[in-house]
């Protein structure tokens, strides 16, 4: 019978000869790092849930209103750019201004462009709400991390050897403090006992 995980061997119970029972724990694997992984994958799982509900709830009001504000702010900005590029260029046509000062208008008129566009984008995606492909995203994330979990708490699980019926322990092929490989416990048990069901394996 062997762990199905790897891990340093902490305790190991029976000795050869021994009678054992269905259901007895024959030893265990140290649980730190299987418990740590746990609380990650709980973590993992509370940030990705907190994520899909706000992908679900969509945008708040508050938001929705600050993005408006923000636009309007944004265009009468742009307006007074606007109209200062239009009285430098008429500056520049009776040459009472630089090339280099024209220049300097129209740069304030784009950037004022720019971010009056990128305030109505943000307003029209508050609006619209989460997209459909962000929120099956989301939502992936969460089974993700949900699965992640199981698999967490299965591994803690599989840190304890039970006996999988009654019988006599044979052998103790190794002794606490030993590190086993998940990936060779088939071919390397732990103990072998007579007139025990299947392995764990």
Do not use: W
């Not at 044979?170 to 990936?183: F, H, I, K, Q």
């Amino acid at each position: 019978m062997s762990f199905r995980v790897g891990g340093r061997l902490a305790s190991l119970t029976v000795d050869e000869g021994d009678s054992i029972r269905a259901g007895q724990t024959l030893g265990e694997l140290d649980r730190a790092p299987y418990e740590n992984a746990l609380l990650q994958a709980q973590a993992n799982v509370s940030t990705a849930q907190a994520q899909y509900d706000l992908m679900m709830a969509g945008y708040r009001a508050e938001e929705i209103a600050q993005a408006a504000a923000a636009v309007k702010q944004a265009q009468a900005a742009y307006d007074y750019a606007q109209n200062f590029y239009q009285r430098q260029l008429g500056l520049r046509a009776s040459s009472a201004i630089s090339a280099n000062d024209l220049e300097n208008a129209r740069s304030s008129r784009d950037q004022a462009q720019a971010t009056l566009k990128s305030a109505q984008d943000k307003l029209r995606q508050y609006r619209a709400g989460n997209r459909p492909q962000e929120i099956a995203q989301a939502k992936a994330s969460l089974e993700q991390a949900q699965a992640a979990l199981a698999q967490a708490k299965l591994d803690l699980h599989d840190t304890v050897l039970t006996a999988p019926s009654d019988g006599t322990l044979m052998t103790r092929a190794v002794e606490p403090g030993t590190m086993l490989n998940a990936r060779r416990y088939r071919t390397d048990p732990v103990v072998n006992a007579s007139s025990v069901g299947p392995r764990l394996c």
